[in-house]
């Protein structure tokens, strides 16, 4: 695996490049405002978001699970009084949509937080992850 970092804007903001070539732009302004990149630690939860899901849907579709609507959303609170401001609690919201058994989709969830996720392991060593899961549109 190999990431490569370059200046995009000679501020604050970078473009990062993987080895086939995809890029994203990353970073923050000095001030903090709004600028059209996504900044580092929104870039942890899109990977937490995205690795999860990967899995997610790879179980669903070994338990011969394909057509169903799927979204997830993540809120996540830091410690702002400290340097580094780290994350300390973080809620994935997995949200399904169709003909899905919800056992199905509880063990689906379950098994990508708690075994497979390699993202959700490193964060978990320092944050508390917790979960939810809805299936058109109740709780479960």
């Known amino acids: 695996m190999n990431i490569q970092l370059s200046n995009y804007n000679k501020h604050l903001v970078f473009e990062a490049k993987n080895q086939t070539g995809y890029s994203l732009l990353v ?3 000095l001030d903090h405002t709004q600028v059209n990149a996504i900044r580092p630690m929104e870039l942890l939860l899109v990977s ?3 690795c999860s899901s990967i899995d997610v849907v790879k179980i669903l579709n070994k338990q011969k699970v394909f057509d169903f609507g799927y ?5 996540a609170s830091r410690e702002e009084d400290q340097i580094p ?3 300390k ?3 994935i919201t997995y949200s399904f949509d169709g003909e899905i058994s919800s056992s199905k989709v ?8 708690e075994k497979y996720c390699s993202v959700a392991k490193i964060i978990e060593q320092t944050a508390k992850i917790n979960y939810k899961v809805v299936l058109n549109k109740e709780e479960i």
């Open 89 to 91: 609690e973080i809620t």
């Open 85 to 87: 401001s780290i994350f």
């Open 106 to 113: 509880k063990k689906a969830t379950n098994l990508a937080l």
């Open 71 to 75: 979204n997830v959303s993540i809120d």
């Open 48 to 50: 937490l978001a995205s």
């Open 27 to 29: 970073g923050q302004t």
